[in-house]
């Protein structure tokens, strides 16, 4: 302190005192009052250091989707017009607003360690952030001005606002469900991680560092981290987008402070010997290629269901379709890895950088490729060339999940705005809209090529047909956020988990609107993301993937609702999960910087492969013999994976 107060010489002064609406009122963002120290009021140059309104509001804008508050983001920054700033958002450092109030709280730390006459105090008082303003310099706090109800139990701090995945975010879409759709509901935390990214710890799911950048930042900024914020508040997107993306901007790279469950612990300690087997960096794994070219987090991957290819989506605005070659072909035509030279699909938009990709499908023959972004436009792209076909303009908010019927000539998207859209992509018209929910839609999913599910932020889910105006049929039995949705094979089971850490399967043949099976307390923490078997037969039919942020998978089987196993491997929540097409293998990915391949039969853990950041989401190919990932740190893995599809020993 006497060192801060010898600096202190220089003439320096701050006052400020700056209002910025946030909603629907007005509060005081920023009181620039600091009593000024008797050194500095000495001086007779006096510099003002002022902050417009404008600026805290950029600031403001800034910091909600750095940390993964996709959706709060999108509606402050629209609310306040900062998304018509003249403020060059190059010049603005990521974590700005969080380095000045650190900044403030330095200065005002050293007033509090020193006495009229400069000299430190001898008993400085303890920093408490509740009666900061209430401080006397040097002073005992409990000589100042008892607040208002001081005599009652201190409350316990109020968790931030959940938001709707990085960008997260993040999608409760963790991952590829066979059929080559991909969602972030950690993007929309970022874009998304409500735009569901409070899981987004996102991550969403949902903000990153590793890769070089904040959500909204240029490339080489930190990003947010979804692991860092509490899931409990997590929304997507978003995120992944909302709760996918909700991408959660300090360290996404470091896995979250929360233990694990019991549980959880357990199964992997019993385990530890045999895993330090399986654990390997990417960098030293010859069957991984490293695809770079993003430049800043990758919230979405997907194979295409016909072809070699993968489609990334990031939060740089673009997405990437990264074309055949396995490590092998690129080691023996002398190409390095990541060197592959991807098609760019530029998602252009009045929001700029800063308008993430959340969601991608591809149609059924993997002739066309549909994206959903933050700016709310979806937009259709041939494969073959990545030439834009038509952009579909409807939606007035983030877009958290979209897909292709069967057929693969209709289009259904959900967004922040509490609808859902079915679309014709040949004639650009909408086929129908249905404003069926009171919250934001967080996932959807086709049952045939009329009929679809829905889920919301509302903790409902809809079940429409084309040319019904209203639902088919409502389930309403779940006490928290609803997160994902997913029809069986059959068209006939509807599984959906929530934040109130179920999972319920509902049978639509049934009358009435009680689940055919509820778990209630599935896993120890909010369920963040469900795959079902894509088995027809065997022993794996009816199975049921769910993947949780008590850091477990566990494996259903539906007709008993017996747990067959319990996968307890990552240090972390479990944002995306995925099944091989034989059913025998699960990928799965984490905020703890892993990808992790299990054997579904035994629940064993094959192969772990640690990359550089959050793992958002994970995808199959078509046969099998390669999986995708893609990270917080601006990668996209491809790996050959020889023990699947092909019917080897189950190891790569």
Same mark, same amino acid.
């Given at each position: 302190?006497?060192?801060?107060?010898?600096?202190?010489?220089?003439?320096?002064?701050?006052?400020?005192?700056?209002?910025?609406?946030?909603? %629907?009122g007005?509060?005081?963002?920023?009181?620039?009052?600091?009593?000024?120290?008797?050194?500095?009021?000495?001086?007779?140059?006096?510099?003002?250091?002022?902050l417009?309104?404008?600026?805290? #509001?950029?600031?403001?804008?800034?910091?909600?989707?750095?940390?993964?508050?996709?959706?709060?983001?999108?509606?402050?920054?629209?609310?306040?017009?900062v998304?018509?700033?003249?403020i060059?958002?190059?010049?603005?450092?990521?974590?700005?607003?969080?380095?000045?109030?650190?900044?403030?709280?330095?200065?005002?730390?050293? +007033?509090?360690?020193?006495?009229?006459?400069?000299?430190?105090?001898?008993?400085?008082?303890?920093?408490?952030l509740?009666?900061?303003t209430?401080?006397?310099?040097?002073?005992?706090?409990a000589?100042?001005? +008892?607040?208002?109800?001081?005599?009652?139990?201190?409350a316990? @701090?109020?968790a931030?606002?959940?938001?709707?995945p990085?960008?997260?975010t993040?999608?409760?879409?963790g991952?590829?469900?066979?059929?080559g759709?991909?969602?972030?509901?950690?993007?929309?935390?970022?874009?998304?991680?409500?735009?569901k990214?409070?899981?987004?710890? &996102?991550?969403?799911?949902?903000?990153v560092?590793?890769?070089?950048?904040?959500?909204?930042?240029p490339?080489?900024?930190?990003? &947010?981290?979804?692991?860092?914020?509490? @899931?409990?508040d997590?929304?997507?997107?978003?995120?992944?987008?909302?709760?996918?993306?909700?991408?959660?901007?300090?360290?996404?790279?470091? @896995?979250?402070?929360?233990?694990?469950?019991?549980?959880a612990?357990?199964?992997?300690?019993?385990?530890?010997?045999?895993?330090?087997?399986?654990?390997?960096?990417?960098?030293?794994?010859?069957?991984?290629?490293?695809?770079?070219? %993003?430049?800043?987090? $990758?919230?979405?991957?997907?194979?295409?269901?016909?072809?070699?290819?993968i489609?990334?989506?990031s939060?740089?605005?673009?997405v990437?379709?990264?074309?055949?070659?396995?490590?092998?072909?690129h080691?023996?035509?002398g190409?390095?890895?990541?060197?592959?030279?991807?098609?760019?699909?530029?998602?252009?938009?009045?929001?700029?950088?800063e308008?993430k990709?959340?969601?991608?499908?591809?149609?059924?023959?993997?002739?066309?490729?549909a994206?959903?972004?933050?700016?709310?436009?979806?937009?259709?792209?041939?494969?073959?060339?990545?030439?834009?076909?038509?952009t579909?303009?409807?939606h007035?908010?983030?877009?958290?999940?979209?897909?292709?019927?069967?057929?693969?000539?209709?289009?259904?998207?959900g967004?922040?705005?509490?609808?859902?859209?079915?679309?014709?992509?040949?004639?650009?018209?909408?086929?129908?809209?249905?404003?069926?929910?009171?919250?934001?839609?967080?996932?959807?999913?086709?049952?045939?090529?009329?009929?679809?599910?829905?889920?919301?932020?509302?903790?409902?889910?809809? $079940?429409?047909?084309?040319? +019904?105006?209203?639902?088919?049929?409502?389930?309403?039995?779940h006490?928290g956020?609803? #997160?994902?949705?997913?029809?069986?094979?059959?068209?006939?089971?509807?599984?959906?988990?929530?934040?109130?850490?179920?999972?319920?399967?509902?049978? $639509?043949?049934?009358?009435?609107?009680?689940?055919?099976?509820?778990?209630?307390?599935?896993?120890?923490? +909010?369920?963040?993301?469900?795959?079902?078997?894509?088995?027809?037969?065997?022993?794996?039919?009816?199975?049921?993937?769910?993947?949780?942020?008590?850091?477990?998978?566990?494996?259903?089987?539906?007709?008993?609702?017996?747990?067959?196993?319990?996968?307890?491997?990552?240090?972390?929540?479990?944002?995306?999960?995925?099944?091989?097409?034989?059913?025998?293998?699960?990928?799965?990915?984490?905020?703890?910087?892993?990808? #992790?391949?299990?054997?579904?039969k035994?629940?064993?853990?094959?192969?772990s492969?640690?990359?550089?950041?959050?793992?958002?989401?994970?995808?199959?190919?078509?046969?099998?013999?390669?999986?995708?990932?893609?990270?917080?740190?601006?990668?996209?893995?491809?790996?050959?994976?020889?023990?699947?599809g092909?019917?080897?020993?189950?190891?790569?």
């Amino acid at each position: 302190a006497a060192a801060a107060a010898a600096a202190a010489t220089a003439p320096v002064a701050a006052a400020a005192v700056v209002q910025a609406e946030v909603g %629907h009122g007005r509060c005081v963002a920023a009181n620039g009052y600091h009593r000024e120290a008797l050194a500095l009021r000495a001086t007779t140059a006096t510099v003002i250091m002022s902050l417009s309104s404008d600026e805290l #509001n950029y600031l403001m804008y800034r910091y909600l989707q750095e940390s993964g508050f996709v959706h709060s983001a999108f509606a402050f920054g629209h609310e306040s017009h900062v998304v018509h700033s003249t403020i060059n958002a190059g010049d603005i450092p990521p974590g700005a607003l969080i380095a000045l109030i650190i900044k403030g709280l330095q200065y005002v730390e050293v +007033e509090a360690n020193l006495q009229e006459d400069g000299m430190e105090a001898a008993e400085p008082a303890p920093f408490s952030l509740v009666h900061l303003t209430q401080r006397a310099c040097g002073g005992d706090p409990a000589d100042a001005e +008892e607040p208002a109800g001081a005599g009652a139990p201190a409350a316990a @701090p109020t968790a931030p606002a959940k938001e709707a995945p990085s960008l997260p975010t993040p999608a409760a879409n963790g991952g590829d469900g066979g059929d080559g759709s991909s969602s972030s509901n950690v993007a929309a935390a970022a874009a998304a991680t409500t735009v569901k990214a409070g899981e987004s710890d &996102a991550t969403a799911p949902a903000g990153v560092s590793g890769g070089g950048g904040a959500p909204a930042a240029p490339a080489g900024a930190a990003a &947010a981290d979804p692991a860092q914020s509490d @899931p409990a508040d997590d929304g997507a997107g978003l995120e992944p987008a909302a709760k996918r993306i909700k991408t959660e901007a300090m360290a996404v790279d470091e @896995p979250s402070a929360a233990p694990a469950s019991p549980s959880a612990a357990a199964a992997t300690a019993s385990a530890a010997a045999p895993l330090a087997e399986v654990d390997v960096d990417v960098a030293s794994a010859p069957e991984v290629d490293v695809l770079r070219g %993003h430049t800043c987090e $990758v919230f979405v991957c997907s194979w295409n269901p016909a072809a070699d290819v993968i489609a990334s989506g990031s939060g740089d605005s673009t997405v990437r379709l990264w074309r055949g070659g396995t490590p092998d072909a690129h080691q023996a035509n002398g190409v390095g890895a990541g060197s592959a030279d991807p098609i760019v699909l530029r998602h252009d938009s009045l929001l700029g950088a800063e308008n993430k990709v959340t969601t991608l499908d591809w149609n059924r023959d993997g002739t066309l490729l549909a994206t959903g972004s933050f700016d709310g436009q979806m937009r259709v792209w041939n494969a073959a060339d990545g030439s834009l076909r038509c952009t579909l303009a409807k939606h007035s908010g983030p877009i958290f999940s979209l897909r292709w019927n069967k057929k693969g000539d209709l289009l259904l998207s959900g967004c922040v705005d509490k609808t859902a859209i079915v679309w014709d992509p040949a004639t650009q018209e909408v086929r129908q809209r249905f404003d069926c929910h009171s919250d934001a839609v967080l996932d959807v999913d086709w049952r045939g090529n009329k009929s679809f599910a829905t889920c919301s932020e509302d903790r409902t889910i809809n $079940v429409c047909k084309l040319g +019904e105006a209203a639902p088919v049929k409502t389930y309403a039995g779940h006490a928290g956020t609803v #997160n994902a949705i997913r029809w069986d094979p059959s068209g006939t089971l509807l599984a959906s988990c929530s934040d109130d850490c179920s999972l319920k399967v509902w049978n $639509v043949k049934r009358d009435g609107a009680q689940p055919q099976l509820d778990l209630p307390r599935a896993h120890d923490r +909010e369920i963040y993301t469900i795959r079902w078997s894509p088995t027809d037969g065997g022993t794996l039919n009816g199975i049921l993937a769910s993947a949780s942020f008590d850091h477990t998978i566990k494996l259903h089987d539906v007709a008993s609702g017996a747990c067959l196993q319990t996968l307890a491997h990552h240090a972390d929540k479990v944002y995306s999960v995925a099944f091989s097409p034989d059913g025998r293998f699960l990928a799965s990915g984490s905020p703890d910087r892993t990808l #992790n391949v299990w054997a579904t039969k035994s629940g064993r853990l094959v192969r772990s492969y640690r990359g550089d950041g959050t793992v958002f989401e994970v995808s199959w190919s078509r046969g099998g013999d390669q999986i995708a990932a893609c990270t917080s740190g601006a990668s996209v893995y491809r790996v050959a994976w020889r023990g699947g599809g092909g019917g080897g020993s189950g190891a790569p």
